[in-house]
């Protein structure tokens, strides 16, 4: 499983990545970025808005082993076994 980052300590708030992607960056009430989407990290903006951040503090990082197995809670719906980290 990916997750898709912001280091809030590098970034200076410049906008480039929220004006190339919207979908997963968007500015937090302290005026920086932050990753606001988890979905369709391969797409093409992702890499764009990372490859553009001028202080890199955008990074997708490897978090193997943290998914869970789908406990078919969610009944055919979008499973949500994985979203109790980003709720907490
Ligand atoms: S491009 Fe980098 S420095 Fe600029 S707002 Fe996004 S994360 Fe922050």
Do not use: R, W, Y
Request: net charge negative; glycine share 6%; charged share 30%.
């Amino acid at each position: 499983m990916k997750k898709l980052n912001v280091n809030k300590e590098a970034c200076i708030g410049c906008g480039a990545c929220v004006a190339i992607d919207s979908e997963h960056f968007d500015f937090g009430d302290d005026g920086l970025s932050e990753a606001i989407s988890q979905e369709n990290l391969d797409s093409e903006n992702v890499a764009n808005a990372i490859s553009s951040c001028p202080t890199n503090a955008i990074s997708i990082a490897d978090v193997e082993g943290e998914e869970k197995e789908c406990c078919s809670c969610c009944e055919g719906k979008e499973c949500c076994c994985n979203d109790e980290e980003e709720a907490a």
